[in-house]
Structures are given as C-alpha cells and as structure tokens.
C-alpha cells in the first residue's frame, strides 16, 4: 500500500487501554539493597584481611588449626588457620592468616618458633602457655627480600632484634663448657648472653656469637679481651696456686667475660659483629706477646722436668720473655743435651715497643747483648715453686765465669747458661759420695785398728788398773801392816806436834832463851 493509504488504515484502529508504567516495582528495591549491602560488607572484610603465608615446622606439637595464634610482644598478629604433612621436607606445614598491619615485616628476615613452657641452663620461660596453650612467636624485621614462606627456628632464639645492644663473634680452639644462652660477664655484672656455638669449616676452631646489651656494648671496644669464665679457674704453675672464678652460675653453667683497656669518652666502641680471640684464662690476656721478642736456644745437660712452653723468662723478677719450645739432641759424642728454645724482649726494660717489622738481630742488638754476656750474663733454671715443682728460666750475672762468645751466624744463636741449683747439686753428688766413700773407708780402717789393736791394749790397761785398785783396797784396809804403821806414824807426829807447841810457848815467854839457852830453875 501507498502511504497515504497506510496512514489512514493505522488511523482507523482503535487505541488501546494499557499504560507503560515510568518507574520499577518496590519490590525490586529489596534484593537490590542486599545485595548491596554484601557487597560492601565483602569488600570491608576483603579490605582487612591479611596475607596468607606458610610456616615449616619440623613437628606440629602443641599447635591447633584455628586456634594456636602468632604473637609479637604478646600482640596477635595472626592466627594457624590449616596444618597438614609436608611430604617432601618430612615435616609439618602451617597455614596462617596475618594482620594487614604486619605485611610489610613478612621478609626472609622475619623468624618465628613455638613458644611453650622450657627449661632450659637460662631458666624457665613460657610458662603462661601452661593454661593458655602454645603459640608461635614472631621477630619480624622489615629489611630484606619479601616472601612467604618461612621455615621456624627449632628453639626460640636468644635475643630479638628489637632488644638494643650489639653482636660480636670470638673464636677459640676448644669450646670448653660454653653453650648456647651462657652469660657474658663485665666486671662481674651479666652484660649478655650466648647465642649460638658452631664449628668453623675447617674442622679445628670453634666460632661463638654473643650479644651485649645496651648500654655495656659500649664497653666493648677493639681492643678487648676475652676468655672462657667457665667453671674454676685453678692453675698451679712457676708463680703458684691460683683459682679464679666469675660467678656461681659460670661455674654451674659456663660463661665468658671480657675486660677493657682502653676506657675512656674518647675511645670509640668496636662496631657491630666485630671479631675477637677467646683466650683460655684471664691470665692469658694479660700476657705480653713475647713472639715479638729475639729467639735463643739455651742448652741444657741438666734434667728440665718442671719446665713447660710458655715458661717464664725472668731477670730480677721481671719477665723478659718465655719459653717457646723444648727439644732433645743426641750429638755424636753420645750426649744428650736438652736445646730450650727462648724469646727474649730486652726492651721492655726501657718500656719501649717492638715494631711488628723490626730486624731480628740488629747491629746494636748485638752490641747490647754481647756486652752483657762479657759482663757475665747466663741463663739458669730455677724452681719457681716448690709445691708445683715449676722451673722458669732466671737471667743473672756471674763475673767469674769463663767467657762466652755468641755465634750470630747461626739460624738461632745460642745463650750461655750455667748449672741451676739441681744442677750443681747433681753435679756434686757425685763428689759428695766419692769423699764419703773415703770418709767410710777410714771409719773402716780406724774400726779395725781399735778392734785389733787398741782394745786389747785398753782390756790389759782395764786388767791392772782392776789389780792395783784391788791391792789398793787390801791397803787400806783398817788391820793390814800399812794402817798400823800410819796409826804409829801418826801418833809420833801428834807427839812431835806438842813438843813444838810447848817450845814455841816457852819461845813467846822466853825470846833471850834463843841466845842464853834455857835457864835453870832457881830453888827458893
């Protein structure tokens, strides 16, 4: 059909009665809001969840899927949300979810391990986990690269990196009783502790790391000794008996302390995990380095029993080097000498230091040295303790000696030395007991002259003495011919004594009588 004709016949139709209504049905509006409303509270739940890392355990005791929590500072900063078999590693996989917060701390710096009640040589710890349960702690550090997946410590680690202070590491030859939590000692106060003990790669020294804390790592400086605090120091060496100890605990469980020299607000602290030498004693830091010093070999015939490596070297009691070390040499006359190796630092009389490139035997070394040996300067052994029986070597002078010229061209000149004091009484012995053996030899000789000559002639002496003192005895008997003879004797004695008496009378009254003569009596 033609338009107009089109036209006309829609026009003819009748209209119709329905409406298109212009807005939707309320009901609508219902699902609409909740789904809305999901939506959002999706979004609000998506916006704070955290990332989901995992955790290699080498057992899951005393963990609990959607129970055991991720602490810090006793903070949760996540919680276990699965825990199955890792067959692979032969251990356990946790699955967690952590807080949004804690996502930039998940490094493979950051460490964690089960907290649990332990007791171990530092004590009890955990044990609020008793009634609480375990839980894995965490020590998050946000440098490093980022991860998420962690393997857990086997045992929770001694420090945190949040507890100020500083790291150090000392080698040593033998750990001694050193473990792992053992206490550092400054001036006795407990500065630190242990963290691990591991043997180097080369099987023969042991590295130890510590931690001192803030604020004694300050005293730690470059040029701090170390040594093992462990148990009792007892030594019994050429200067005595000695015993020394840290603490009741170092005894019990082991230690190290450290001193230093060099305190003072200028001195400047040695820097985080800076390496020092463990020494054995305390004695043992204090020592000189006397490697520095001139070697020399001192030869000895005499026995050195009580002389050891590190033995010291002395004059006038102060030690000038030590021993360094002790052979035997059998020459070919069939002699037996023991060669002491000595290192001997003459400067430390005029307190001087050896530079670490000085020339071994310089000219005016030579010089020195040789004028003291002219003036009589040996080495001897002496014994520095008679209980130990220790020997140490003492320089001294003897004038009287036979000179002594050092050889310089060889390797290692030798020192003159004379006889120590055990020495020369071995030396002696011999004649000592030579002059006894003659000494007996005439008590034997003199032994038998009395008894073959002297005796019988002292029993025939003894025999006439007992005749005449038995002949004597019948003498003085008061009825034999002698006594009566002195009885008559005696009585004419006493008769001539009264007639002397009555003329030294007469005498007295009569003195002329000496020129007259006695006159004659005058009858009246």
Known sequence: MSEPKQEAYFAKLPESDLQVQSKLSLIWLVPLVALLTGAWVAYQAWSKMGPTITISFQTADGLEAGKTKIKYKNVEVGKVTSIHLNHATKGVTVTAEMSKDFKPFLTDQTRFWVVSARIDVSGVSGLDTL??????????????????????????????????????????????????????????????????????????????????????????????????????????????ISMHTESLVSVLMGGIAFHSNQVGRNAESAKNNTEFKLYATQEDTLKTNHQLGHQYIINFSESVRGLSIGAPVEFSGIQLGE??????????????????????????????????????????????????????????????????????????????????????????????????????????????????????????????????????????????????????????????????????????????????????????????????GKEEAIDE
């Open 131 to 240: 009634l609480s349960g375990a839980y894995i702690g965490v020590d998050p550090i946000s440098e490093g690269a980022k991860t998420r997946q962690f393997t857990s410590l086997d045992i929770p680690p001694v420090v945190t990196r949040s507890t100020p202070g500083k790291h150090f590491i000392l080698h040593t030859n033998d750990l001694g009783s050193i473990t792992r939590d053992a206490p550092v000692y400054y001036r006795k106060f407990n500065v630190g502790q242990v963290e691990s003990v591991e043997l180097n790669d080369d099987g023969e020294s042991v590295a130890i790391q510590i931690f001192v804390r803030a604020p004694f790592d300050q005293w730690v400086y470059p040029n701090s000794k170390f040594w093992n605090a462990s148990g009792v120091n007892f030594a019994m060496n050429a200067q005595g």
């Open 323 to 516: 021993v360094t070390d002790i052979q035997l040499r059998f020459d070919a006359n069939k002699k037996f000498t023991v060669p002491v190796t000595i290192s001997i630092n003459y400067d430390r009389l005029e307190h001087k230091v050896i530079p670490t490139n000085f020339e071994p035997y310089s000219a005016a070394h030579k010089e020195r040295t040789n004028s003291l040996v002219k003036q009589g300067l040996r080495a001897r052994l002496q014994t520095g303790n008679l209980i130990t029986g220790q020997l140490f070597i003492e320089l001294d002078f003897y004038p009287n000696k036979k000179p002594y010229v050092i050889n310089w061209d060889a390797y290692t000149p030798d020192f003159p030395s004379v006889p120590g004091a055990l020495g020369i009484i071995k030396h002696d012995i011999p004649n000592i007991i030579r002059k006894i053996d003659a000494m007996m030899s005439e008590v034997q000789e003199l032994s038998h002259k009395l008894n073959h000559t002297v005796v019988p002639e002292i029993s025939n002496t003894l025999q006439q003495a007992n005749k005449s003192l038995a002949t004597m005895d019948n003498t003085l008997q008061s009825n034999s011919p002698l006594q009566q003879d002195l009885h008559a004797t005696l009585r004419e004695v006493s008769k001539a004594a009264r007639s002397f008496k009555a003329l030294s009378d007469y005498l007295e009254r009569h003195p002329e009588s000496l020129l007259k």
